[in-house]
């Protein structure tokens, strides 16, 4: 399957964006989706991550986001999204979507089968 992510932007401190992550075929409704994100210099890192459709479990947030970014799914549009609020400069980082052939949530990098292009996600202070 093939991701499309996109949303990203700049944004000032305590905005908001969604991100979105279309997935090419309907199978991917049935996959653990799950967003990481990458600061320059630094390994991908978790964001959020939730089962694939009709599957219990998650959604699940890493600490930094949890209360402020919330995912989710619409399988009739094969995307899963991200919103996030109350953005901060520490959230600028390129955002990638990921997906596995597993229906369960994952939050590790090598939990994932196939990733989308970033998008970069930029807060000003």
């Known amino acids: 399957v093939q991701l499309q992510a996109s949303g990203g932007g700049t944004v000032q401190a305590e905005g908001s964006l969604r991100l979105s992550c279309v997935g090419s075929?309907?199978?991917?409704?049935?996959?653990?989706t799950g967003w990481f994100r990458q600061f320059p210099g630094k390994e991908r890192e978790f964001v959020a991550t939730?089962?694939?459709?009709?599957?219990?479990?998650?959604?699940y947030y890493a600490d930094s986001v949890k209360g402020r970014f919330a995912i989710s799914r619409d399988s009739a549009s094969n995307t899963v999204f991200l919103q996030m609020d109350s953005l901060k400069p520490e959230d600028t980082a390129v955002y990638y979507c990921?997906?596995?052939?597993?229906?369960?949530?994952?939050?590790?990098?090598?939990?994932?089968?196939?990733w989308g292009q970033g998008t970069q996600v930029t807060v000003s202070s």
């Open positions: 939730v089962s694939g459709f009709g599957t219990s479990g998650g959604p």
């Open positions: 990921a997906a596995r052939t597993s229906s369960y949530y994952g939050t590790k990098t090598n939990h994932y089968n196939f």
């Open positions: 075929e309907r199978t991917f409704n049935n996959y653990g």
